[in-house]
Every structure is written in structure tokens, then in C-alpha cells.
Nanobody, 119 residues
Framework: QVQLVESGGGLVQAGGSLRLSCAAS????????MGWFRQAPGKEREFVAT????????YYSDSVQGRFTISRDIRKNAVYLQMNSLKPEDTAIYYC????????????WGQGTQVTVSS
């Protein structure tokens, strides 16, 4: 069973930065993409960013474009999210996700890490 373990969340003031990390462990699998979703209190879970393993394409939601950067370490099967210029509206639980080759959706989710941005 594949597991995703996130780290790096915390409390930061508006304008500050945080870096989230996510490492995959367990049985070997072929990765199609890894990325991040988030869920703020009382809101739907939303897409944040993704990194496609083959080709290295990255995609971001409009709300984080230009402020967040997703990167990867293929050897470690890990993905990172550098978050700069954080805003109070970025406060949420951030979930790491992975999509296996042949899967039509993100099929593994992490437990989530809390990010709180104070004004």
C-alpha cells in the first residue's frame, strides 16, 4: 500500500513563506503525477498544484499562480510546495496527492498538514 506523508505546515504571518514536503512510501508504483489540494474551513476541497512526472509539466490554480512553486525529487518520489507571499485566505489543510500511471484520478491522498496564515 502506498502512503503519502506530508510535513512542513505551521503558522506564519501574512506575507511570509512555508515549504511543504510530501514523500511516498510503500510498494513501488509508477507515478503519473503528484500534487497538492487544500481545504479551508467550511469550503470545498480545491486543487492547488500538480507536477506531471513524465515531461515535468506543472499546473497551478489561479489563486496561487505566481506565489507557489511545486517541485519534485524523482529519486525520493517526493514533491514539494514552496509557498511565498502567503495570505490569510491560504489558510487550509493541505493534502498531498498522487496519481498512478493508468489511473484516471488522484488515487492516493495524504493525511494533510495544517497551514495557518495570520493577518
Amino acid at each position: 500500500q502506498v502512503q503519502l506523508v506530508e510535513s512542513g505546515g505551521g503558522l506564519v504571518q501574512a506575507g511570509g513563506s512555508l515549504r511543504l514536503s510530501c514523500a511516498a512510501s510503500g510498494r513501488k508504483f509508477s507515478t503519473y503525477a503528484m500534487g497538492w489540494f487544500r481545504q479551508a474551513p467550511g469550503k470545498e476541497r480545491e486543487f492547488v498544484a500538480t507536477f506531471r512526472w513524465s515531461g515535468g509539466s506543472t499546473y497551478y490554480s489561479d489563486s496561487v499562480q505566481g506565489r507557489f512553486t511545486i517541485s519534485r525529487d524523482i529519486r525520493k518520489n517526493a514533491v514539494y510546495l514552496q509557498m511565498n507571499s502567503l495570505k490569510p485566505e491560504d489558510t487550509a489543510i493541505y493534502y498531498c496527492v498522487s496519481q498512478s500511471v493508468g489511473s484516471s484520478q488522484y488515487d492516493v491522498w495524504g493525511q494533510g498538514t495544517q497551514v495557518t496564515v495570520s493577518s
